[in-house]
DNA sequence: GCGGATCTCGTACAGTGTTCGAGTACACTC
DNA sequence: GAGTGTACTCGAACACTGTACGAGATCCGC
């Protein structure tokens, strides 16, 4: 073991806690409200040293760079997600659960959804999550790598549905739009393109929260169908 | 319509080209070279305008601003994109291809992994590649609203299971990692965790880019089976 | 009281996106 | 050719950003 030395947020030890708003822990927590409010942009050391009434440099004692700080962050949000436990319900509600778990708290943080095509999710938090829905799919009936593969298919389809939601949440929040305003953007975008028009004008536009989680349900319930035909053979 | 205006790169004329590297489109395809050799945040306004021997300001009058050109550089990614025609083959080779095209193009040009999650795809491109794979589902024999909840599907795992993978390769780069690095430091993330550890030490890591194409596929057919299962009812 | 460790933070540097306005170059009219 | 207007370039400046550095402050054990 000559190679190179790892060092990672989740291997050195952090700080010990002091006084009120200046441990580690205050400050990702300090963090994480910032970016609640004010997104990934929102975020700037020295406002977040103004929010804790200290310097804005003095927060390198406690963190070693701002993505060192994010990465904490981001474990933070994993600590949200349910995993319910397989063996009071089936298999599948299990899924069912913590797949709409890991949605809502993804909305909840929208931030986070940048961050996942950033950083690897290696904080505790996320290696628990891991952990149990990896035990989850094992007693569904999955062996092998068939464990891991289910795994990553129901986190991809849970990441890639609600990725671009927040997308489209931002985009609207930023431009001042309502849904109606949004709609006639697209419509206008997709001129030329009759099919799609089709879509657009359907009159299901009413409740577009209820829509897409409508949207979500379908695919989650195919994917569940999927693997679990996966699991017969 | 009294509401308030909208504006969008695509819907603005851009400025025409008078000599070579200064109009619109040498922009763009200048930036989109520039984001796939340094990466987002490797792309600055001042470097990009170097880099076209023009001052970086001069950018401006093509280009709202840097949001925008992204957007621009953006759509270009789509343009990549092939959706094969679903009337020689059938759907499911169709939707296949789609979702491997997919795949290879987002990896091609990692940055764009950070855009999904950020702005809305209401580019040109976008648009004609959402326009022929809901007209590939139609002929599939979707119908209704169902089209378009199977076309989310589809894209929603080609994009969950592709941009974490990203994340993960960033992140090796980054540090300078080789594969068998990269795992010794999630198998001390994933210390206290025997499970997750019985599948970090499996001997299925010599070739981590097959492992990961079949990962792919295996969710791929889950998802296609649980459709196609939607399609027959 | 005296180290030594722990902790704070002002200053400074290199970089960012973007605005502004002055300047240039070219095309077209008289 | 002179004049005029438009298309375009870009240097300077502004308000930010993350962070390295090092000088000071505070506290604790002796």
Tied chains: 1, 2.
Excluded at 142 to 151: E, V
Aim: hydrophobic share 45%; net charge negative.
């Amino acid at each position: 073991m000559t190679g190179k030395q790892f060092t990672s947020v989740w291997i050195r030890e952090p700080r010990k806690a002091t006084g009120p708003g200046r441990s580690r822990q205050e400050i990702v927590r300090a963090a994480v409200e910032m970016l609640d409010e004010q997104g990934l942009g929102g975020l700037s050391m020295r406002k977040l040293g103004a929010k804790l009434s200290a310097g804005a440099t003095s927060l390198y004692w406690y963190v070693a760079n701002k993505d060192e700080l994010l990465e904490l962050a981001y474990d933070e949000v994993w600590a949200e997600m349910t995993v319910p436990d397989p063996g009071r319900v089936g298999w599948r509600d299990s899924a069912s659960a913590l797949a709409h778990s890991m949605r809502q708290v993804i909305l909840r943080h929208p931030w986070s959804a940048d961050l996942i095509g950033s950083m690897p999710a290696l904080g505790p938090h996320a290696m628990g999550v891991a952990d149990r829905t990896r035990k989850m799919f094992k007693a569904a009936g999955f062996t092998g790598l068939d464990i891991d593969f289910a795994n990553a298919t129901l986190t991809a389809y849970v990441f890639g549905m609600t990725i671009p939601e927040i997308a489209w949440n931002t985009a609207m929040g930023e431009r001042g739009y309502d849904a109606d305003e949004m709609r006639a953007a697209v419509a206008r975008a997709a001129a030329g393109h009759p099919d799609l028009l089709e879509r657009i004008n359907m009159d299901t536009h009413d409740d577009p929260q209820a829509m897409r989680e409508m949207c979500f349900d379908f695919g989650l319930v195919s994917m569940l169908d999927g693997l679990e035909r996966r699991l017969a053979t």
